[in-house]
């Protein structure tokens, strides 16, 4: 078993817990926000693509940033060049939660900055969770969902207002994939074996996905660290870039963003 294993089995037994609260019952009553931004359409016409990503902590690589704020670090993002953001609400393995996204979305609602939540989602609460909470799209990953599974997740975010970005790891997820047509697709280049990143294993499958399904708007995920990372990876077809541990790491991730872009 694999650590995203381990985290997906995690999640379950918290969704389980969750709806036996009741607070999944409470979430559903609550009004969506309305008006959030596309996050196809902003990445679309971004000069950067960076979805700037807000973590505390990861399995890899223990504590990042303990006194990073989410509002100070999503708006600083925001008004340093990132297209949109990425918040991490799984808190047993990442030290988030969906008072992250809240409060990120809260913050940016007057303006045309889209939220990705970032989490590991097996069920239709959580979905129900991340458009309450002003979420403008949220992250399904292939290898954990079955295909049916990964169906019916897309179809209900869609059906409640929220793009989706799907994730895979390896070129065998994206027959998994294909036929969803989904918002978003990313390539992650963690290997899960070893939780190692190489920018190469995006490259090479960035450009069989686009052969594949070229009308996809590709989202390149992990291990980015540098403007020559971007640059390689726009040219295999990427048009938007998830960066989230070479900000984080530093004491002040939006001021990492801005020597990042060489501003």
């Known amino acids: 078993m694999n650590i995203l294993e381990k985290i997906v089995d995690t999640k379950r037994c918290e969704v389980s817990a969750l709806r036996e609260t009741g607070y999944y019952n409470a979430v559903s009553s609550m009004e969506y926000p309305e008006g959030v931004p596309s996050m196809v359409e902003v990445l679309k016409?971004?000069?950067t693509g960076i979805i700037a990503e807000f973590k505390r902590r990861s399995p890899s690589k223990g504590l990042i940033n303990s006194s990073a704020n989410v509002v100070d670090t999503v708006c600083g993002y925001a008004a340093n060049g990132a297209a949109a953001s990425s918040v991490l609400t799984?808190?047993?393995?990442?030290?988030?939660?969906?008072?992250?996204l809240a409060c990120a979305a809260k913050a940016v609602e007057k303006s045309d900055f889209p939220l990705l939540r970032k989490e590991f989602v097996?069920?239709?609460?959580?979905?129900?969770?991340?458009?309450?909470?002003g979420a403008s799209a949220v992250l399904l990953i292939a290898s954990v969902l079955?295909?049916?599974?990964?169906?019916?997740l897309a179809s209900y975010a869609h059906l409640v207002g929220l793009e989706i970005l799907v994730e895979i790891h390896s070129l065998d997820e994206l027959d998994k994939v294909i036929h969803i047509s989904p918002d978003m697709l990313g390539v992650n280049s963690r290997n899960l074996a070893d939780m190692s990143?190489?920018?190469?294993?995006?490259?090479?499958?960035?450009?069989?996905?686009?052969?594949?399904?070229?009308d996809a708007?590709?989202?390149a995920e992990s291990g980015i660290e540098s403007m020559d990372d971007?640059?390689?990876?726009r040219k295999c077809g990427y048009s938007g870039f998830l960066i989230g541990e070479r900000f984080m790491r530093e004491y002040d991730p939006a001021h990492a963003l801005y020597d990042f872009l060489g501003k």
């Open 45 to 47: 016409k971004s000069s």
């Open 90 to 100: 799984d808190t047993a393995y990442f030290g988030g939660s969906v008072v992250d």
């Open 146 to 152: 079955s295909h049916s599974e990964l169906r019916d």
């Open 217 to 219: 708007l590709l989202v």
């Open 197 to 214: 990143t190489d920018v190469a294993h995006a490259e090479a499958l960035g450009l069989e996905v686009a052969r594949r399904m070229p």
């Open 230 to 233: 971007v640059i390689r990876l």
């Open 122 to 133: 097996i069920a239709h609460e959580q979905i129900d969770e991340a458009r309450a909470f």
